[in-house]
């Protein structure tokens, strides 16, 4: 299958700004995640994103986070004012071109919050 | 939000022994996936799993899902060095509309040489 890439890698910000996440699924599917992981936690679902449109947002998915896929291909979650809570991994994810259940992550995005 | 509960949380092995790991919950789910996370990096598939009492080998790694779909387990035979790493189980509920993952907290495996 193929791979789910992100960037950057590695994202420090200071406490207040924005941030830009960006996934790129090689291939066209029909959902797309965005989950997260704080150091020591579970990987936590943030939000699905169906036909250019958010399916499902958790509650922790709230009004600084957005999501967009603005050219078609890369799929971006951006958070508007960062705070020190939202250090974590993020990963994008796609949904398996023939399971519907099977969902392949990319690498991650370390963010940290200064 | 559906609760997995892994255990144990950690399991350190020498070489050549077999174990298990379990994933559990008091939910129904439509599938379930294992994953294996190194450090840093992104939970990699190594299973789905569909139907209920459903077994699925992958070389030493064995996993079932409970015939009621509540459960899960992760049995590895003769376990090397390399098998050492997160596993994490992660289920889909049954009345998801967008098939979204919710994680168990995962099992640290060790395998000393």
């Known amino acids: 299958e193929p791979e789910v890439t992100q960037t950057p890698s590695h994202q420090v910000t200071q406490m207040g700004q924005e941030v830009i996440l960006r996934c790129v699924p090689i291939?066209?599917?029909?959902?797309f995640y965005w989950y997260r992981q704080i150091l020591g936690q579970k990987v936590e679902f943030l939000v699905s994103?169906?036909?250019?449109?958010?399916?499902?947002k958790s509650e922790i998915f709230d009004d600084q986070f957005s999501v967009e896929r603005p050219d078609g291909s890369n799929f971006t979650l951006k958070i508007r004012s960062t705070k020190l809570e939202d250090s974590a991994m993020y990963f994008c994810?796609?949904?398996?071109?023939?399971?519907?259940?099977?969902?392949?992550f990319g690498p991650g995005t370390r963010l940290t919050v200064l | 939000t559906q609760l997995l509960e892994q255990s144990p949380q950690f399991l350190s092995i020498q070489e050549g022994e077999n174990l298990t790991v379990y994933c559990n919950s008091s939910?129904?789910?439509?599938?379930l996936q294992w994953y294996r996370q190194e450090p840093g990096e992104g939970p990699v598939l190594l299973v789905t799993?569909?139907?209920?009492?459903e077994v699925k080998k992958l070389k030493r790694l064995t996993f079932q899902f409970g015939d009621a779909r509540k459960d899960s387990s992760l049995h590895i035979t003769a376990a090397q060095p390399g098998d050492t790493g997160l596993y994490l189980c992660?289920?889909?509920?049954?009345?998801?509309?967008?098939?979204?993952?919710?994680f168990g907290a995962g099992t640290t495996v060790t395998v000393r040489a």
């Open positions: 291939s066209n599917h029909l959902y």
């Open positions: 992660a289920g889909e509920a049954t009345r998801s509309n967008d098939y979204k993952l919710s």
């Open positions: 939910s129904v789910f439509s599938s």
């Open positions: 994103f169906y036909n250019n449109e958010i399916s499902e």
């Open positions: 799993v569909v139907t209920g009492g």
């Open positions: 994810a796609r949904q398996h071109g023939t399971s519907m259940y099977t969902q392949y």
